[in-house]
């Protein structure tokens, strides 16, 4: 294959791994949650590999959106990321929030969530590490996100100790503080994932 | 486009990917220990389980 073909096929593999592991988790849920945690990184990289032995060299998939020159434009690249990421979104169920406990523990597995993301990001190998060569995000970005959501977690954990001293308008305050943070952090993180 | 910008498009898919799948493990262990209390007829969890959570989002953020 050549260079636009290799792109295009690890595209086209990543956004059909996320497609099938959406439906799976949909219609397997109990199967799928016992799947090792790099299972996505892995089908994907099989799929790529798979694609790659399939299509042959200069496979006519240069303008799939139809935008003229776009095989040196990483835009339509951006566009099948951000459809991975709403088809993603849609197959994930939300836990129920009907409480500052639940709140909390919500915003906890949220704050993992967004400390993970920013480390694959990064591809930093150790704690408080350079990130790796052509990383997404520069060290520095990543030590701006890992001090917010530090911050963030602060908020937490401060609310968890309100909610078991019985001041829930304290718990309630301190939790809406973390929710602010880890927002904007958030919004970083899915603007770099673009 | 050459090798370091097909690099940095599959590393920002695959972080996609990872934002994704975190987002659904990390939900499923809520949702599984919300299932649980309710279990033994709690309607909230308790403070040793939000703890659990508190500690794996600090181990997450160590990591950074």
Not at chain 1, 46 to 71: C, N, Q, R, Y
Not at chain 1, 131 to 154: E, Y
Not at chain 2, 9 to 34: C, R, T
Request: proline share 3%; with cysteine; aromatic share 4%.
């Amino acid at each position: 294959m050549n260079g636009s073909t290799n792109v295009q096929v690890s595209a086209i593999a990543t956004f059909a791994s996320v497609l099938i592991l959406w439906l799976a988790r949909y219609f397997q849920p109990e199967l799928m949650a016992t799947t090792p945690e790099m299972f996505g990184e892995l089908f994907t990289g099989f799929l790529i590999v798979v694609l790659g032995w399939l299509v042959p060299h200069d496979a006519s998939v240069t303008k799939p959106l139809g935008t003229g020159s776009s095989p040196k434009s990483p835009a339509w690249l951006a566009l099948l990321a951000l459809a991975m990421l709403i088809l993603g979104s849609c197959g994930i169920q939300h836990p129920r929030v009907d409480s500052v406990s639940d709140g909390i523990v919500v915003a906890a597995a949220d704050i993992e969530t967004a400390a993970q993301t920013t480390q694959q990001l990064c591809g930093n190998t150790q704690p408080g590490g350079e990130c790796a060569p052509g990383a997404t995000i520069s060290t520095d970005a990543k030590n701006r996100l890992r001090d917010q959501l530090q911050t963030a977690q602060d908020q937490l954990l401060l609310a968890d100790m309100a909610l078991q001293a019985d001041e829930s308008v304290e718990a309630s305050d301190r939790l809406a503080r973390a929710e602010a943070l880890l927002t904007m952090v958030q919004t970083i993180l899915e603007e770099r994932a673009r | 486009m050459n090798s370091a910008a097909i690099l940095q498009a599959i590393n920002i898919m695959l972080a996609g990917l990872k934002l994704v799948e975190s987002l659904g493990i990390n939900y499923q262990e809520v949702i599984d220990a919300q299932k649980n209390a309710e279990a033994e007829g709690r309607r909230k969890l308790n403070r040793a389980e939000r703890r659990v959570f508190i500690d794996q989002a600090q181990s997450a953020i160590d990591k950074l």
